[in-house]
C-alpha cells in the first residue's frame, strides 16, 4: 500500500472516530444543543433565597440594576452587586443591561447618587465566589455570575420567564448586541 492511502485511512480513521459520541450523550464530542449557548458562557442572575422574585422582565432588571427601583416587592432595600472592572462579566452587564461603557457607568453612579436620585452605587466585589458569598448573606442583594459558578445557596432568577442558558436569554458573555 502506498504512504499517501494510509495517511488517508489513518486521517479517516481519526475523524471518524472524533464525531462519535462520548457515552451518555447524543451528540457529537464539544457540540452545544443549537440556540444554547455553552453553561460557560452564560450569565446567572442571582438573589437570596429568601427573595420572593422569582422572574424579572428585561426592563424590571435593567431598572434595578439602574438604580431606578430600590425596594422588592417585601419592602427590602435593593443592593445590586458588580464584579470589578475588567472582569468580563462585569463586560457583559455593562453592555447587556446597563448599555454603557465603564467610564459612563461610574460617571452615571456618581452623578445620581450625589444629586440624590439614588440611594447608593452597586457595591463592588472581586470575584464571583465573593458574589455568591456576598448575595448568600444580604436579603435585598442582587448580582450576577456566570451559570457554571451558580449553586443551590442561592435563587436563580428567570428574565423575561427564561432561565440562564434556554434558547431566548438574554445575557451571554459574548452579547451580539444589547437588547
Not at 56 to 76: P, Y
Not at 95 to 111: G, S, W
Request: glycine share 6%.
Amino acid at each position: 500500500m502506498p504512504r499517501i492511502t494510509i495517511v488517508l485511512l489513518i486521517l479517516a480513521v481519526i475523524v471518524t472516530v472524533s464525531s462519535v459520541p462520548s457515552a451518555g450523550t447524543t451528540q457529537p464530542v464539544g457540540l452545544e444543543p443549537q440556540g444554547s449557548p455553552a453553561a460557560d458562557e452564560c450569565l446567572a442572575i442571582l438573589v437570596n433565597r429568601s427573595n420572593p422574585v422569582e422572574n424579572l422582565s428585561f426592563a424590571e432588571l435593567r431598572k434595578v440594576f439602574l438604580g431606578e427601583q430600590n425596594h422588592w416587592s417585601d419592602g427590602r432595600r435593593i443592593t445590586v452587586v458588580m464584579l470589578e472592572s475588567g472582569k468580563p462579566e462585569r463586560q457583559a452587564v455593562l453592555t447587556v443591561i446597563y448599555r454603557m461603557e465603564d467610564k459612563d457607568f461610574n460617571a452615571y453612579f456618581l452623578h445620581h447618587v450625589f444629586t440624590g436620585d439614588i440611594h447608593a452605587a452597586p457595591t463592588t466585589l472581586a470575584t464571583p465566589t465573593e458574589v455568591l458569598k456576598f448575595v448568600s448573606n444580604v436579603q435585598g442583594a442582587i448580582g450576577y455570575v456566570r451559570t457554571t459558578a451558580a449553586d443551590e445557596t442561592l435563587k436563580v432568577v428567570r428574565v423575561d420567564s427564561v432561565l440562564p442558558c434556554d434558547k431566548d436569554y438574554s445575557i451571554h458573555m459574548h452579547p451580539k448586541s444589547a437588547k
